[in-house]
């Protein structure tokens, strides 16, 4: 193999390997996120920060994941208790919010 060739592979990996870096999401979570998250920050309506919105989940990220989860459960502003998820335990919101926020 030729010393180009090497190069162009590793980049071609580099690449892929960073566009596969996001938060993966396992289909529990996703399915989760779909039945109820996703209804308003999908679509950020209401004013919801939307999912993949780093710079509007930036400054609530800030409030640490404990209030995050909090106020899921307690219901927010214009969210309501739960998020519409009743089967979601804390450490489901944590992926939730995780997995929402970038
Ligand atoms: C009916 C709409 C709706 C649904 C469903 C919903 N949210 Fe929200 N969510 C909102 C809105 C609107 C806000 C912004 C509230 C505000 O700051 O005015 C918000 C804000 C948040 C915040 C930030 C709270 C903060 O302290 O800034 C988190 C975290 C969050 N949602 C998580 C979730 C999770 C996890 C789910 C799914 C289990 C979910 N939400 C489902 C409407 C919704």
């Known amino acids: 193999m030729s010393m180009s060739r090497v190069f162009r ?6 690449l892929l ?3 596969a870096s996001g938060f993966a999401a396992p289909p ?3 399915a989760k996120y779909g039945k109820s998250c996703a209804t308003c ?3 950020g309506v209401l004013n919801a920060p939307r999912k993949g919105d780093r710079e509007a989940w930036g400054p609530r990220l800030k ?3 404990p209030v995050l989860v909090g106020h899921v459960k ?3 502003r214009n969210m309501p208790a739960k998020g519409l998820c009743n ?3 804390d450490a489901d919101y944590e992926a939730l919010i995780q997995f929402m926020s970038q």
């Not at 592979?9 to 580099?14: M, R």
């Open 28 to 30: 529990e979570l996703e």
């Open 74 to 76: 307690a219901g927010f």
């Open 41 to 43: 920050h999908g679509s």
């Open 87 to 89: 089967d979601c335990t």
């Open 9 to 14: 592979t590793a980049v071609l990996t580099g």
């Open 17 to 19: 390997l960073a566009s």
């Open 63 to 65: 409030q640490g994941m």
